[in-house]
């Protein structure tokens, strides 16, 4: 295996934000597109807003969505995708400084690593 270098780490870290943001783009847009096709001819409610259905407020309720083609589960998912991108890119320079034997680095990246799986899990 090639030596884990900064330049690696910096290349792979650009690929994967790259294929997240590419991706949450394309899923929301598929999500999107498919919900305008569906309803786009309903007439316009300018009600209150209510915010997403409780089936969307969890990753079950999104992928049970997703797997019974619900557009605004597709659209959702997009979202959590892009949500994701940035909290791998932690866990991948985790990773990259792990297999660098950074110890300083492990540590603060791992600290803010949790922080962020503990803020999206509700817990702050």
């Known amino acids: 295996m090639a030596r884990w270098t900064d330049a690696r780490m910096q290349t792979a870290l650009g690929v994967l934000l790259r294929v997240g943001v590419v991706s949450a783009a394309i899923v929301a847009f598929l999500g999107g597109g498919l919900q305008l096709w569906r309803s786009g001819d309903a007439p316009l409610h300018v ?41 791998a890119r932690v866990a991948l320079s985790l990773v990259g400084f792990v297999l660098e034997r950074d110890r300083k680095y492990q540590i603060i990246t791992a600290v803010v690593l949790a922080i962020l799986l503990t803020g999206l899990a509700g817990g702050i």
């Open 47 to 87: 009600a209150p807003f209510r915010g997403e259905p409780d089936g969307l407020r969890s990753l079950g309720g999104v992928l049970h969505g997703v797997a019974h083609f619900d557009s605004l589960a597709i659209a959702q998912l997009g979202l959590l995708l892009l949500i994701a991108t940035p909290v």
